[in-house]
């Protein structure tokens, strides 16, 4: 094949050929790369010319194109509304010769009977929820929370939805209308060593890890399991007086008490809220349960275990005699699984419901991680709904000038039309229950992600498209059924005119402090903050504002050794010196010109200083992380490191309740006083 004709071929599988860097420099993609992704792409499923897709996606209020070729000027139709009511009329031939369907007003899923096919129309409505809808028109403020690091009694050294549940009734109760979590996908219970929320097995599932088993077992049962279990309380009280997660030993005591609550109190007979569970997650479900015991079957056998594209062929296949025979001699182990899955969802569901009926208007904000682990479940389960044999990241870019790859793979956009978007809708749906909203991590990928071919470095990659406009309907749609705020993450490498895009979507931005600055390096003044955006003093994967003042994150990356190529940790402090006179610049209070010290007492003044800062920015929602809350100096991860840097390990302080503390109450009534009336 010549290089023109590969590029074609490339373009029609919506690979770009060619992209532009963060400085606007464009780059020409390699052909080796164009090669190795269409191998990937070119073998996925399909839509039959001449037939209509499963679903088509249309908005309410405005005409939808259906991809047929019209034999006539007028096609009658039948439509069926998901509520029961019926449609009949006629559509007509559009321009380009494609059948144009008259505008449906009623959002939903509804069933469309045209020229002898039939396909789900869904009509989204033309936005998502808003805050507004949720609030009556008032500002809000909510917190943002790493599950895993909260502390409660007996936790075991990892923090959990009861947990949650406590500080989403301490945050409701000083005025939050929100809380933001850190995602809680299924992670692998066979492989606790991979702890990355964003690392997931399945965007279907729950991390069982944060199940509360008080959320079903009485202390009296507890205690029993710990005695019989041979569990001494030293053993646990070293996990959870720990400044760090240790997750190999913390996961392991914790599936130990598990299995001992199962086996004595639900193997023989299972509850019927678990019954009820297990049958209306269906074969999904099964799948995922029967996937974590074969996984750690196969990883007893040898390290290639833990990824099933290496296991025996038939256990590639979830449909298999053999994996059915599996799960068949392992019923309980399969029927733990369940259990775990049953016992995390009442957790989570707890949490949730505790929010509300705290008086959150908002309630949980739910975490959809970008991607998925491809040796997990989910691709397990569903391989040809996704990109197996690539993995998305990001190009090369100034804070990245290598590249980043995520080790993730993504939905194969050929099957998402093919199978009417099934995967996303399920992994939507899965993130949006009973969650009074969802964030969206790299909420560009509606439109396009940076594939990496497997085994090639993160720069040679190419960036490959996707249906935006209907993805980011269907999000509006689902957004609105499950009365749900979207936020997606939008920071790095933006597409040209996709804030606008998302915008009129009501698909909210985030403004963090540290960028919201102008041509000159000066801070922006709260007031120029964007109106469909969350304010937010930082991220997970950001410097707090503690230990930004304290450069604690240029400490960590001098010791190792992760700047770039020809930058000083010098040059990196003499220019958060000006940075900090620039930022006090902007935040101080009248009467404090004087930037404070760069101590820990000095840099608790800023904390104050940019809550009340970013809390009276004109963004509908305004959220400061609990790292902020409490003045801490350390974040929860450094981008780029994958040792060195405790991510994902910290705990948040023992003690009294985390927001009854002087400092974190007197920044908790600087966000409110800032807010405005409720």
């Known amino acids: 094949m010549d290089d023109r004709t590969l590029r074609a071929r490339a373009r029609q599988a919506g690979l770009s050929t060619a992209w532009r860097d963060a400085a606007g420099v464009s780059h020409r993609v390699g052909v080796d790369t164009l090669r190795s992704l269409l191998r990937v792409l070119e073998g996925g499923p399909g839509v039959g010319e001449g037939a209509l897709p499963p679903m088509v996606v249309g908005q309410a209020g405005q005409a939808t194109l259906l991809p047929l070729r019209a034999p006539s000027d007028r096609l009658a139709f039948r439509l069926e509304y998901e509520d029961g009511g019926t449609l009949s009329g006629h559509a007509t031939r559009a321009r380009d010769?494609?059948?144009?369907?008259?505008?449906?007003?009623?959002?939903?899923?509804?069933?469309?009977?045209?020229?002898?096919?039939?396909?789900?129309?869904?009509?989204?409505p033309p936005r998502c929820r808003t805050v507004a809808d949720a609030t009556g028109g008032a500002r809000a403020w909510g917190l943002a929370v790493q599950i895993p690091g909260l502390r409660a009694r007996h936790d075991g050294g990892i923090?959990?939805?009861?947990?949650?549940?406590?500080?989403?009734?301490?945050?409701?109760?000083?005025?939050?209308?929100?809380?933001?979590?850190?995602?809680?996908?299924?992670?692998?219970?066979?492989?606790?060593?991979?702890?990355?929320?964003?690392?997931?097995?399945?965007?279907?599932?729950?991390?069982?890890?944060l199940a509360d088993m008080r959320s079903w077992f009485s202390t009296q049962d507890i205690g029993a399991a710990m005695r019989r279990l041979r569990i001494q309380p030293q053993a646990t009280h070293a996990l959870e007086d720990a400044p760090l997660i240790d997750w190999p030993q913390a996961a392991a005591l914790r599936l130990r008490m598990l299995r001992g609550l199962y086996d004595e109190h639900i193997r023989a007979t299972p509850p019927a809220e678990l019954t009820a569970f297990?049958?209306?997650?269906?074969?999904?479900?099964?799948?995922?349960?029967?996937f974590e015991a074969l996984q750690a079957h196969q990883l007893a056998r040898g390290p290639r275990g833990g990824n099933w594209r290496a296991w025996p062929a038939p256990l590639r296949n979830p449909a298999s005699p053999e994996v059915a025979r599996f799960a068949a001699e392992r019923h309980h182990e399969v029927g733990f699984h369940l259990f775990l899955q049953w016992l995390a969802a009442r957790g989570l569901h707890g949490a949730g419901?505790?929010?509300?009926?705290?008086?959150?208007?908002?309630?949980?904000?739910?975490?959809?991680?970008?991607?998925?682990?491809?040796?997990?479940?989910?691709?397990?389960?569903?391989?040809?709904d996704f990109l197996i044999g690539g993995s998305v990241g990001a190009p090369p870019d100034p804070l990245g000038p290598l590249g980043q790859n995520w080790g993730l793979t993504t939905f194969s956009p050929s099957a998402l039309r093919a199978h009417g978007y099934r995967a996303f809708l399920d992994t939507l749906r899965?993130?949006?229950?009973?969650?009074?909203?969802i964030r969206i991590d790299h909420v560009m990928g509606l439109e396009r992600l940076w594939v990496i071919p497997e085994g090639a470095s993160a720069a040679d990659g190419a960036y490959l498209s996707f249906p935006g406009q209907e993805l980011m309907r269907l999000v509006a749609l689902e957004s609105h059924r499950h009365q749900a705020v979207v936020i997606g993450e939008d920071l790095g490498t933006v597409p040209t005119g996709f804030r606008a895009r998302a915008a009129r979507r009501a698909i909210m931005g985030m403004n963090v402090l540290w960028f919201?600055?102008?041509?000159?390096?000066?801070?922006?003044?709260?007031?120029?903050?964007?109106?469909?955006?969350?304010?937010?003093?930082?991220?997970?994967?950001?410097?707090?504002?503690?230990?930004?003042?304290?450069?604690?994150?240029?400490?960590?990356?001098?010791?190792?050794?992760?700047?770039?190529?020809?930058t000083r940790a010098e040059d990196a402090l003499a220019a958060r010196a000006r940075d900090r006179d620039a930022l006090w610049a902007a935040v101080h209070p009248p009467r404090e010109p004087d930037p404070p010290p760069v101590t820990p007492e000095g840099a608790a003044r800023v904390v104050d200083a940019a809550t009340g800062f970013v809390a009276a920015a004109a963004s509908p929602l305004a959220i400061l992380?609990?790292?902020?809350?409490?003045?801490?100096?350390?974040?929860?991860?450094?981008?780029?490191?994958?040792?060195?840097?405790?991510?994902?390990?910290?705990?948040?302080?023992?003690?009294?309740?985390?927001?009854?503390?002087?400092?974190?109450?007197?920044?908790?009534?600087?966000?409110?006083?800032?807010?405005?009336?409720?």
């Open 97 to 124: 010769g494609s059948v144009r369907l008259p505008a449906i007003a009623q959002p939903g899923y509804h069933r469309l009977d045209i020229a002898g096919r039939r396909t789900v129309l869904a009509i989204a």
């Open 159 to 209: 923090g959990h939805f009861g947990a949650l549940a406590d500080l989403a009734r301490q945050a409701a109760g000083a005025g939050a209308d929100a809380l933001a979590i850190s995602p809680v996908h299924a992670m692998f219970s066979a492989r606790t060593a991979q702890f990355s929320p964003y690392s997931p097995s399945s965007r279907l599932f729950l991390n069982v890890l």
């Open 278 to 290: 297990v049958a209306a997650h269906g074969r999904a479900l099964h799948c995922h349960a029967v």
């Open 430 to 437: 899965a993130t949006l229950t009973r969650q009074g909203g």
């Open 353 to 384: 419901q505790a929010a509300r009926d705290a008086g959150m208007r908002i309630g949980l904000i739910a975490d959809l991680a970008v991607g998925t682990d491809p040796a997990g479940s989910q691709c397990w389960t569903s391989q040809d």
């Open 516 to 566: 919201q600055r102008d041509a000159q390096g000066a801070f922006l003044p709260p007031e120029k903050w964007g109106t469909n955006d969350v304010a937010m003093t930082t991220t997970h994967d950001l410097p707090t504002v503690a230990g930004w003042w304290q450069a604690t994150d240029i400490a960590w990356r001098r010791s190792l050794r992760q700047f770039a190529r020809g």
């Open 625 to 678: 992380p609990l790292e902020d809350v409490l003045g801490l100096a350390e974040q929860p991860n450094l981008p780029g490191t994958t040792s060195g840097h405790p991510n994902w390990q910290q705990r948040y302080p023992a003690g009294p309740p985390l927001l009854s503390r002087p400092d974190a109450a007197r920044r908790l009534d600087l966000l409110r006083t800032a807010r405005g009336p409720a």
